[in-house]
């Protein structure tokens, strides 16, 4: 791996507190007490916030039907009473990807690169041709009637090729919905978040890149902080947001690597571990199908047991494994899309299929022209989609990861839900996505693609 890239979702934990939606107090001000989630497998009480307001303490987040609360306290043991599991929030960390931007807008259906799409920065997305998505546009399926949550971190909201299919947007961090500089993003570019929701669902509106389900909605619900920073309470209040909104697939780019074992800390493992179960498995039963990246650390996750990714082996989250082709600029039209991606997670315990997430392992340093533009020929291979808006200038650029993976995933889901008239349930969308996925690897199952690699079945 070129040591100029940083992938997405390589996280760690932290102890802290998150700051979350309508909150107040900073976290240097929540010295004496911690945020703590409570989490129970039957609804809380409505007299909850009452008993929360007779202690003196602070309810952050709330969802009584969902039994799910969060609360600032220094006495975390009082709500034992209402709940199996009452532990105290974590902060994730994650390295952002920031690789080459394009300013300024660029660019309807045929495969890259010279498709001759009034898109043109299209002729650089190998990955919607890895999935098929084009063939699915010819035969009118473009993700009409489904919206598609993203919870990540901050979102330009103005940037033409996402505007057109906006939804609605909520933040969980208490940061503002914006994404902006930060001290790992000095000019505030590289924006995770946009990066995924416009691989998921850019507009097809003759600017820039296109979505894989151009014709689907999206909401757009921050719960990183914008230097790639967030929390368990910001992570499950959005899980919980997007379920009751209502959304048909909801995308994780994101995660953490929860040390396992017994000793110190593990009955707090297992408690967040819990409440993850609970969020998702409402988002299930609510009719979302939740789709989240493998991770990044090059982990065989059957034989390394010594952590579990969370959120992707939880039950009921689809956990997407990355692939990449190698100096596809070269030769696009013959170029091999699915090689496993150098720094992906593996293993059938973590992986339900593979898609793009694209590489730098092309091992030349000469330069490839493509759709106008030269670079580097390695660069192609990364996956490309929009950045953020800075000025008067919408941005795109190339990143790579799991996290570029998963919303390729997504956005096949919303095409194949599209297609049978907007309704299905996740269940049944994991089906259809196995029928649809290439056999790689050996026949069914394997540790690289899991039951296959996406494909749109066009």
């Given at each position: 791996?070129?040591?100029?890239?940083?992938?997405?979702?390589?996280?760690?934990?932290?102890?802290?507190?998150?700051?979350?939606?309508?909150?107040?107090?900073?976290l240097?001000?929540?010295?004496?007490?911690?945020?703590?989630?409570?989490?129970?497998?039957?609804?809380?009480?409505g007299?909850?916030?009452?008993?929360?307001?007779?202690?003196?303490?602070?309810?952050?987040?709330?969802?009584?039907?969902?039994?799910?609360?969060?609360?600032?306290?220094?006495?975390?043991?009082?709500y034992k009473?209402?709940?199996?599991?009452?532990?105290?929030?974590?902060?994730?960390?994650?390295?952002?990807?920031?690789?080459?931007?394009v300013?300024?807008?660029?660019?309807?259906?045929?495969?890259?690169?010279?498709?001759?799409?009034?898109?043109?920065r299209?002729?650089?997305?190998?990955?919607?041709d890895?999935?098929?998505?084009?063939?699915?546009?010819?035969?009118?399926?473009?993700?009409?009637?489904?919206?598609?949550?993203?919870?990540?971190?901050?979102?330009?909201?103005?940037?033409?090729?996402?505007?057109?299919?906006?939804?609605?947007?909520?933040?969980?961090?208490?940061?503002?919905?914006?994404?902006?500089?930060?001290?790992?993003?000095?000019?505030?570019?590289?924006?995770?978040?946009?990066?995924v929701?416009?691989?998921?669902?850019?507009?097809?509106?003759?600017?820039?890149?296109?979505?894989?389900?151009?014709?689907?909605?999206?909401?757009?619900?921050?719960?990183?902080?914008n230097?790639?920073?967030?929390s368990?309470?910001?992570?499950?209040?959005?899980?919980?947001y997007?379920?009751?909104?209502?959304?048909?697939?909801?995308?994780?780019?994101l995660?953490?690597d929860?040390?396992?074992?017994?000793?110190?800390?593990?009955?707090?493992?297992?408690?967040?571990?819990?409440?993850?179960n609970?969020?998702?498995?409402?988002?299930?039963?609510?009719?979302?199908t939740?789709?989240v990246?493998?991770?990044?650390?090059?982990?065989?996750?059957?034989k390394?047991?010594?952590?579990?990714?969370?959120?992707?082996?939880?039950?009921?989250?689809?956990?997407?494994?990355?692939?990449?082709?190698?100096?596809?600029?070269?030769?696009?039209?013959?170029?091999?899309?699915?090689?496993?991606?150098?720094?992906?997670?593996?293993?059938?315990?973590?992986?339900?299929?593979?898609?793009?997430?694209g590489?730098?392992?092309?091992?030349?340093?000469?330069?490839?022209?493509?759709?106008g533009?030269?670079?580097?020929?390695?660069?192609?291979?990364?996956?490309?989609?929009?950045?953020?808006?800075?000025?008067?200038?919408?941005?795109?650029?190339?990143?790579?990861?799991?996290?570029?993976?998963?919303?390729?995933?997504?956005?096949?889901?919303?095409?194949?839900?599209?297609?049978?008239?907007?309704?299905l349930?996740?269940?049944?969308?994991k089906?259809?996505?196995?029928?649809r996925?290439?056999?790689?690897?050996?026949?069914?199952?394997?540790?690289?693609?899991g039951?296959?690699?996406?494909?749109s079945?066009y």
């Amino acid at each position: 791996m070129r040591n100029t890239l940083l992938f997405g979702l390589g996280v760690f934990i932290l102890a802290g507190c998150g700051i979350q939606e309508e909150k107040s107090a900073p976290l240097s001000a929540l010295s004496a007490s911690r945020t703590y989630i409570v989490s129970s497998a039957t609804a809380l009480p409505g007299d909850f916030s009452g008993f929360v307001k007779a202690q003196g303490d602070t309810l952050r987040a709330f969802k009584p039907e969902a039994g799910f609360a969060s609360v600032t306290t220094s006495n975390p043991k009082a709500y034992k009473r209402f709940a199996d599991v009452v532990v105290e929030d974590v902060r994730l960390e994650r390295n952002l990807p920031k690789v080459e931007p394009v300013a300024g807008p660029s660019l309807d259906v045929g495969n890259p690169p010279n498709s001759g799409d009034d898109d043109t920065r299209f002729n650089l997305q190998w990955g919607h041709d890895a999935v098929n998505a084009p063939e699915a546009w010819n035969a009118g399926v473009r993700g009409k009637g489904v919206v598609v949550a993203v919870l990540d971190g901050g979102f330009s909201l103005n940037h033409p090729d996402i505007a057109p299919n906006v939804v609605g947007w909520a933040d969980m961090t208490g940061e503002g919905i914006a994404y902006g500089p930060n001290p790992d993003d000095p000019t505030g570019i590289f924006s995770h978040g946009m990066h995924v929701a416009g691989t998921i669902a850019a507009a097809d509106n003759g600017l820039g890149t296109i979505g894989v389900a151009p014709a689907a909605k999206l909401l757009l619900v921050k719960v990183l902080f914008n230097v790639g920073s967030g929390s368990f309470e910001d992570v499950l209040e959005g899980i919980y947001y997007a379920a009751d909104y209502g959304v048909d697939v909801i995308n994780m780019s994101l995660g953490a690597d929860i040390p396992q074992g017994s000793g110190k800390g593990s009955n707090e493992i297992a408690e967040l571990r819990k409440a993850m179960n609970r969020a998702i498995g409402y988002a299930y039963q609510k009719g979302a199908t939740v789709i989240v990246a493998a991770g990044n650390d090059g982990r065989d996750l059957d034989k390394d047991r010594s952590t579990t990714v969370f959120p992707a082996q939880m039950p009921h989250a689809i956990s997407i494994s990355a692939t990449a082709p190698v100096g596809w600029a070269k030769a696009p039209a013959t170029t091999f899309l699915d090689n496993l991606a150098s720094y992906s997670n593996y293993g059938q315990s973590g992986v339900d299929f593979s898609a793009p997430g694209g590489d730098s392992s092309y091992p030349g340093n000469e330069n490839c022209t493509l759709a106008g533009l030269t670079r580097p020929c390695w660069i192609f291979d990364l996956v490309f989609s929009t950045g953020a808006v800075v000025g008067p200038s919408a941005f795109y650029y190339w990143s790579a990861g799991t996290s570029m993976a998963a919303p390729h995933a997504a956005g096949v889901a919303a095409l194949i839900i599209s297609e049978k008239g907007g309704e299905l349930h996740p269940a049944q969308v994991k089906a259809e996505l196995a029928a649809r996925a290439a056999d790689l690897g050996k026949p069914g199952n394997d540790d690289v693609y899991g039951a296959g690699a996406i494909r749109s079945g066009y």
